[in-house]
Each structure stands twice: as structure tokens, then as C-alpha cells.
Nanobody, 113 residues
Framework: QVQLVESGGGLVQAGDTLKLSCVASSSGFKIGDIGWYRQAPGSQREFVALLSIDGSPTYADSVKGRFTASRDNAKSTMNLQIDSLKPEDTATYYC???????WGQGTQVTVSS
């Protein structure tokens, strides 16, 4: 079974930069595309970015220009760098493998003013 584990969240200040990671359970990462989603308190889970197997990203309009998704297939790792963090970025961030419909457990990002 494919398993995904996110890390890198924490309490940060507005304007900071943060890098989140999503690691697959196996070194033989064969799940293709990986998505990033986030869910703020009291809100629906929303799409953030989709990263193809060749590293080509697609971003939601709400995060375009500040978020950068990347992947290292040799390390079975997908990263999401968030620049110029804003309080409205506060959410739990999840990675998702659409081929297997499997989610990670999420990592919490809290941005203070």
C-alpha cells in the first residue's frame, strides 16, 4: 500500500518562508501525480497545487506566485515551499495521490500577524 507522510509545519510569522515535505513510504515511488491541499478551520478542503511525475506544477489561483511545488523522485519526496506567508495561509496541509486516492495525515501551519 502507498503511504504518504507530511512534515515541516509549525508556528511562523507573517512574511516568513516555510517548506513542507511529503514522503512516500517506498523508495520505489510509482504513484505519478501528487496533489497538495489545505483545510482551514471551519472551511472546506481546497486544492493548492498538482505536481506531475516530470515535475511540472499547476497551482490554484489563490496561491499562484507564492507557492512552489517540487519533487525528488529518487528520494520519493515532494516539497511545497510557501513564500511571504499570510495569516490566511493558516491551515492543515495535506498531500494526495490521486491514482490511489490516498491522503497523508496532514501537517499544521499557523501564521501569526
Amino acid at each position: 500500500q502507498v503511504q504518504l507522510v507530511e512534515s515541516g509545519g509549525g508556528l511562523v510569522q507573517a512574511g516568513d518562508t516555510l517548506k513542507l515535505s511529503c514522503v512516500a513510504s517506498s523508495s520505489g515511488f510509482k504513484i505519478g501525480d501528487i496533489g497538495w491541499y489545505r483545510q482551514a478551520p471551519g472551511s472546506q478542503r481546497e486544492f493548492v497545487a498538482l505536481l506531475s511525475i516530470d515535475g511540472s506544477p499547476t497551482y490554484a489561483d489563490s496561491v499562484k506566485g507564492r507557492f512552489t511545488a517540487s519533487r525528488d523522485n529518487a528520494k520519493s519526496t515532494m516539497n511545497l515551499q510557501i513564500d511571504s506567508l499570510k495569516p490566511e495561509d493558516t491551515a492543515t496541509y495535506y498531500c494526495y495521490a490521486p491514482t490511489y486516492r490516498i491522503w497523508g495525515q496532514g501537517t499544521q501551519v499557523t501564521v501569526s500577524s
